[in-house]
């Protein structure tokens, strides 16, 4: 039986605090399972004006140690920090080959010990010896061997046919890809001070992703969602590069928002499991109600994502799909992100509608009554705000080069 125990520093920078030490971390497990995680604000944070929970499940604003018995479960804040199941993989895949060492993907030692420089959202988490970090991830030069690596992983090579050379590449694009989830690998990119979210294309995507989720965030502007923009890199390494503006970095990349996904804020606050709810837009609404510091604008937030993601068929409206940002000054609804359709006739939506598995269409918003808290009048103005958008899809797919080819097979799936 083996055991571990390991102390880290957690450091905040939000432009409220700036650069502060929030707290320190303790981290015991057996056998690569964690048993329990130690977490105490420090009192510089506590007595500052703007000191906020990082984590109002599983860390309540107070003076408290809090003891978490986890389970083997991961409390919202780290867990919104680490690579979700699929990193962890690859992670703990490219230091095996690397590093000729073993290391256990279900172990958050191990995995802190190997995530990046660079994350998403205002935390740094380091070991108790070690100063924190805020990277901006890869230079945009090297963005060619990422995109080789993001190849190598798509493809699904496994660890032992992985040599020396490759496993640097992989490792090239680990060192931008700390905190950064999701089915697909994506990369954190800077160039001229500006930082990005590099999305790569895989083999398996029904259309060019790149041009298609562009599209479709312009579309989504246009709704009146708020939403970053971003371009589309061509001919890397013979496929096309999505680079979104990042919405955490903020004051020229000096601060940044803290981030916190609803799947966090839905975990049970006993065990951290995730919610085994069936899950609605009803309940990021609940989360809303209860934190927002803007609920009349995060509500209609809400109601154009839910009506938008219903118009474009975009079924993969999963709880790490939607977070709440925090400048140090309260909690909102923070911009959309992952908007793109899917071809898959018949699939229900990841999140329903009050006692329905698929959210309302646009064209079923008649004025009558209130939805997801938004009054009458305004919900109606949302619902044709989205259909005005929607309706113009073969002209964002123009501006974002989207082929005729890709522009007719996302049309056929357009619901209004």
Not at 4 to 24: D, M, Q, S
Not at 361 to 388: F, H, M, T, W, Y
């Amino acid at each position: 039986m083996s055991r571990k125990n390991e102390k880290y520093r957690v450091t905040i920078n939000t432009p409220a605090t700036r650069i502060i030490t929030c707290g320190k971390m303790v981290i015991r497990e057996t056998d690569g399972n964690t048993d329990g995680i130690g977490f105490q604000y420090s009192a510089e944070y506590l007595d500052h004006p703007f000191a906020f929970s990082i984590d109002p499940i599983a860390l309540p604003l107070s003076r408290t140690t809090f003891q978490l018995t986890v389970n083997n479960n991961t409390p919202g804040f780290l867990d919104d920090y680490l690579p979700d199941r699929w990193g962890r993989k690859v992670l703990t895949r490219i230091a095996t080959a690397s590093k000729k060492k073993n290391f256990n993907s279900n172990s958050i030692i191990d995995i802190l010990s190997l995530v990046s420089q660079s994350n998403i959202g205002a935390i740094s988490i380091v070991q108790q010896d070690q100063k924190p970090y805020f990277d901006l991830g890869i230079h945009f030069d090297e963005l060619m061997n990422a995109e080789k690596a993001a190849q190598i992983i798509d493809n699904d090579t496994p660890p032992e046919k992985i040599q020396l050379e490759t496993a640097k590449l992989i490792h090239l694009w680990q060192e931008g890809s700390g905190g950064v989830g999701g089915a697909r690998p994506k990369s954190l990119v800077h160039k001229d001070s500006i930082g990005y979210l590099a999305k790569f294309n895989s083999n398996k995507d029904d259309y060019n992703n790149a041009k298609v989720e562009l599209a479709c965030l312009l579309m989504a502007k246009a709704a009146g969602i708020d939403v970053k923009g971003g371009f589309v890199q061509p001919d890397i390494n013979a496929r096309d590069v999505l680079l979104l503006n990042r919405f955490d970095l903020l004051n020229s990349n000096k601060n940044r928002l803290q981030l916190i996904t609803i799947n966090a804020m839905l975990k049970d606050k006993n065990t951290f499991v995730d919610c085994g709810q069936s899950f609605r837009y009803d309940q990021i609404q609940q989360v809303l109600n209860r934190y927002s510091t803007n609920i009349s604008e995060d509500v209609k937030q809400l109601l154009r994502l839910m009506l938008f993601n219903r118009a474009i068929n975009n079924t993969d409206d999963h709880e790490r799909n939607f977070s709440l940002s925090n400048d140090g000054t309260g909690y909102r609804l923070s911009p959309a992100y992952d908007l793109v359709p899917s071809f898959a006739y018949g699939q229900y939506h990841a999140a329903g509608y009050q006692y329905s598995p698929t959210p309302l269409k646009p064209s079923e918003v008649d004025g009558s009554k209130r939805i997801l808290g938004v009054p009458k009048v305004e919900a109606k103005n949302c619902a044709e705000q989205i259909i005005n958008a929607v309706k113009q899809w073969y002209h964002f797919a123009e501006l974002a080069g989207v082929s005729e080819q890709d522009a007719d097979k996302v049309s056929e799936v357009l619901n209004l």
